[in-house]
């Protein structure tokens, strides 16, 4: 049975916390910090995905106030894939916490599909900060 179906991983940014909900919350800047998409908008994506890439739905839902972007993205299939973050104000800084679930995919596939998204998870956070800290 599979221990764990999710991963917390966190980061801090040192940049004030509305510039890096904006830069978050706008879904076009997705392909530029993670390797899952090589586009995005308001309602839809293209994510990149070991067999090619995959045209899907997305929907961003954000809370200024409570500082969280997250993203619902249902499969051509109709399956529907969460993924959650949080924005949260540090002093001058931010702490930047996601959430990420499982992938809607077969059970025998779960535990690699999760361990492989972990580790390019904790890639993409890097990226992240290293092009907020440089704007």
């Known amino acids: 049975m599979l221990e764990k179906d999710f991963d917390v991983q966190s980061i801090g940014i040192n940049e004030n916390h509305r510039k890096v909900f904006e830069y978050i919350a706008n879904p076009e800047n997705l392909p530029s910090w993670t390797k899952a998409f090589s586009r995005a908008d ?3 994506a293209t994510m990149v995905t070991p067999n090619g890439e ?3 739905a997305m929907k961003t839902e954000v809370s200024q106030d409570s500082g969280t972007v997250d993203w619902i993205m249902t499969m051509p299939d109709g399956s529907v ?5 949080r924005i949260s104000e540090n002093g001058k800084s931010c702490i930047y916490t996601f959430v990420l679930l499982a992938p809607p995919v077969p059970l025998e596939e779960l535990e ?3 361990s492989a998204q972990k580790l ?5 956070l890097v990226a992240l900060k ?5 704007k």
């Open 54 to 56: 995959l045209n899907i």
């Open 81 to 85: 894939g969460k993924a959650h973050s």
């Open 112 to 114: 690699g599909a999760l």
């Open 42 to 44: 308001s309602t839809s």
């Open 120 to 124: 390019m998870l904790a890639e993409e």
């Open 130 to 134: 290293n092009i907020l800290e440089a």
